[in-house]
């Protein structure tokens, strides 16, 4: 285990002397070439701060205003039949959006039912199962301006039910082994 220790501290500046060293022999002006990124990558977030802000505040309104669990008792009757969580049904809404939300919810969800209950383990391995799909989509598409997104939304869609699924099976599987 220490030798995993050493190694993970040990491999960022191994890759930062290899890449600057490579850059040396190759006779690059590495640090203007550090600096033409560094530039970039600003450019990048100014370019993308609008949507983050516009994201965060659309997650800060869904929660506070109540509206998540309005549609929690809303759905949850109809989810009593199929076996799922009417609790985990806010944490998979925020989670397209906002996974650090997602994690309020989850810390708010594991006060309530603790953290080795049922709901606690499905809502832990859902929110490492699926991804911030709105979130991902504006900021990848946005940051390459890909107007036309074809099929992304539908595709990222099916595969978060498949993980939301999926971490309902795993954790019944946790819960009878």
Do not use: N, W
């Not at 989810?79 to 609790?87: N, R």
């Amino acid at each position: 285990m220490k030798v995993i220790l050493y190694l993970s501290e040990a491999i960022i500046p191994f890759l930062v002397l290899y890449i600057v060293g490579t850059g040396l022999s190759r006779r690059q002006q590495v640090y203007e070439d550090f600096l033409d990124g560094a530039k970039s990558g600003v450019r990048t977030v100014i370019e993308i701060m609008p949507t983050l802000i516009g994201l965060m505040v659309a997650v800060g309104i869904l929660r506070a205003s109540g509206f998540l669990d309005f549609v929690s008792g809303l759905l949850g009757k109809a989810m009593e039949y199929t076996g799922f969580p009417a609790e985990l049904l806010p944490i998979a809404i925020v989670k397209m959006f906002s996974s650090s939300a997602a994690t309020g919810l989850l810390l708010d969800l594991y006060k309530t039912h603790g953290t080795d209950s049922y709901v606690g383990i499905a809502a832990s391995i859902m929110l490492s199962s699926t991804e911030t799909i709105f979130y991902t989509m504006s900021i990848y598409f946005m940051s390459v301006k890909v107007k036309k997104t074809r099929y992304t939304l539908a595709g990222a869609l099916v595969a978060t039910v498949a993980g939301i699924l999926a971490s309902l099976f795993l954790t019944g599987l946790c819960a009878s082994g």
